[in-house]
C-alpha cells in the first residue's frame, strides 16, 4: 500500500520503517530537517535496535522517502498516519496543536484530491478528539464530508522504547477506532496490518481512544505497587522483595489476569479492606509513605458514594435491593459495601426492601453477625423473602451481585421503575422494561 507518516519523531519513526519493510511504499513527513536528513541518507534520527537497518534498507531499496511537502506526501499516497507529539501543558492536558495543524495541512491536499483518502490517528489524544475537534477541521478545510471523500480512525500504538521494532511486529493487539462499524477507512487499516498476527478489535473510535490511557495509566500504577511493595519489604526486613514479586506473578488466575479488571462496584469482604489497611499501617509505622496503595480505600469510599447518588439522582423514595453480600455465591456480608449503600439510604429516610437468597438471617454467626448488627441492626425488618416481592414494592432496584436469578429482572421490570446496575448483569439495554443506570458505563 501507499503510506505517509506524518511526523517523524519515535512512533513516525519506527511506524515507517517497518511499514516500509513489510513491503509498502512510505513516505515520512516531518518540518524538522534534523530528522529528515538522516532518513534521507539511510539512517535512524533516534536511537532505536534495529531501526538504522530498516531504515537504510527501505531508502536503498526505494520503499522509504522522507519530505517536508505535506502536497507531496498525500498526493502519492492512499493512507496518512498521524504521528504528531502531544506533549503535556501545564494544566495537565495534552497540546494539540500539532495535531490540528496536520489536520489543516491535510485538509488543503485532500480539497485537490479525487481518490479517497484514509487518516489514521496514532497520537494519544483525549477521546472525543477524533470527531469532535479533527473531523471537523478536515471537513471544513477539504470541504469533503468524513465517510465520503475521506475516512479517519483511531489507532492506538503499543510500541516500547528498545525493543519498538520488536513490538511493531508483535504487538499484543490491533485496536481499530471506528466512526462506523465496517467502515471504508477501517478495512484499508485491517488491510495495511493483515500480515501481522495479533488480536485484532475493531471498535468505537472513543473507546480506542481511551485504550491508550487505560494501558499506560495501569503500566504506571503498576510500577509504582511493585515500588511500594519493596519499599513495605525493605522497611520491615524482608530479605527478598524480588522473590515477593516473582511469587506473586505465578498467579494467572487473579493477579495477572482480566480477573478484577472490569468496571463496577466497590470491593468488599473479609479479606481486600481489613490487608490494605494493615499494610498503609504498617508503611506508616516503619516510616514508608505508600500514596498509591493508601488511596485504595478513599476511591473504594468513592464508588460506593458514586451508588448512593445514583439512587438519589431517581428522585424516588422506594429502593428494592438485590443481594446483599459482597459477591454472588456467598453468604459472607463483612464490609459487604452494599450494606454501607442501605445503612446511608435508610438514614435519609428511603424506604428500603432487601433480599440475598443465601443470606439466613436468623443463622448469621460470628463476625459475620457483628457486622451486621453494627451496620444495620434493622436488617430482618426490612428483608423480602422473593425477587418478586422486591419488584412489587420498589420504584428502584439496585442490583448489587451477579446472582443468576436476577438475570431475568430486567425483562420483569414496570415501565416506571429503574434499575441501577452495579454489576453489569445487563449486557443489551434493549431487554430493560423500565430506565436503565450503569453506575460505570
Known amino acids: 500500500m501507499r503510506v505517509s507518516v506524518l511526523g517523524l519523531g519515535y512512533v513516525g519513526c519506527v511506524s515507517s520503517a517497518c511499514l516500509a519493510d513489510m513491503g509498502n511504499t512510505v513516505v515520512g513527513l516531518d518540518v524538522n530537517p534534523k530528522k529528515l536528513t538522516p532518513i534521507k541518507t539511510g539512517r535512524s534520527p533516534i536511537v532505536e535496535p534495529g531501526l538504522d537497518e530498516l531504515i537504510a534498507r527501505g531508502v536503498a531499496e526505494g520503499r522509504l522517502t522522507a519530505t517536508e511537502d505535506y502536497e507531496d506526501a498525500v498526493m502519492r499516497t492512499e493512507i496518512s498516519l498521524v504521528c504528531v507529539g502531544t506533549p503535556s501543558m501545564k494544566d495537565g492536558n495534552p497540546n494539540l496543536d500539532y495535531t490540528r495543524r496536520v489536520c489543516q495541512q491535510i485538509g488543503e491536499v485532500i480539497r485537490k484530491k479525487d481518490d479517497f483518502h484514509t487518516i489514521i490517528f496514532r497520537s494519544t489524544i483525549p477521546p472525543g478528539t477524533v470527531e469532535t475537534e479533527m473531523v471537523p477541521i478536515l471537513e471544513e478545510v477539504s470541504g469533503k464530508k468524513v465517510g465520503e471523500g475521506f475516512g479517519v480512525c483511531f489507532n492506538p500504538e503499543f510500541l516500547r522504547e528498545a525493543s519498538a521494532v520488536s513490538d511493531f ?238 438475570k431475568d429482572v430486567p425483562g420483569r421490570m414496570r415501565p416506571d421503575q429503574v434499575m441501577i446496575d452495579l454489576v453489569r448483569i445487563v449486557d443489551d439495554t434493549s431487554t430493560v422494561n423500565g430506565q436503565y443506570v450503569g453506575i460505570s458505563w
Open 169 to 406: 511486529y508483535n504487538p499484543p493487539k490491533i485496536v481499530i477506532g471506528e466512526i462506523e462499524p465496517g467502515s471504508r477507512a477501517g478495512d484499508a487499516l485491517a488491510k495495511l496490518y493483515e500480515s501481522i498476527d495479533a488480536p485484532t478489535v475493531r471498535t468505537q473510535i472513543k473507546i480506542a481512544e481511551m485504550v491508550k490511557y487505560a494501558d499506560n495509566c495501569f503500566h504506571a500504577i503498576k510500577v509504582c505497587f511493585a515500588n511500594e511493595i519493596g519499599n513495605v519489604c525493605k522497611a520491615m526486613g524482608v530479605p527478598d522483595s524480588h522473590e515477593v514479586m516473582r511469587i506473586f506473578c505465578l498467579d494467572t488466575q487473579l493477579n495477572l489476569s482480566p480477573y478484577y479488571l472490569k468496571p463496577g462496584f466497590a470491593f468488599g469482604g473479609s479479606c481486600l479492606p481489613k490487608d490494605l489497611r494493615a499494610i498503609v499501617r504498617m508503611s506508616r509505622d516503619t516510616g514508608v509513605d505508600c500514596p498509591v496503595l493508601r488511596a485504595a480505600i478513599p476511591s473504594n469510599k468513592l464508588q460506593i458514594e458514586r451508588a448512593i447518588e445514583c439512587v438519589r439522582a431517581t428522585g424516588k423514595r422506594k429502593v428494592g435491593v438485590l443481594g446483599m453480600s459482597f459477591k454472588a455465591g456467598t453468604d459472607d456480608l463483612r464490609e459487604s459495601p452494599i450494606v454501607q449503600v442501605v445503612s446511608t439510604l435508610i438514614g435519609k429516610g428511603y424506604e428500603l426492601s432487601i433480599y440475598d437468597k443465601n443470606i439466613s438471617w436468623e443463622a448469621l454467626l460470628g463476625s459475620n453477625l457483628g457486622f451486621l448488627e453494627h451496620e444495620l441492626p434493622y436488617a430482618q425488618r426490612l428483608k423480602a423473602e422473593t425477587v418478586d416481592q422486591v419488584l412489587e414494592r420498589s420504584e428502584v432496584l439496585v442490583v448489587a451481585n451477579a446472582a443468576e436469578e436476577f
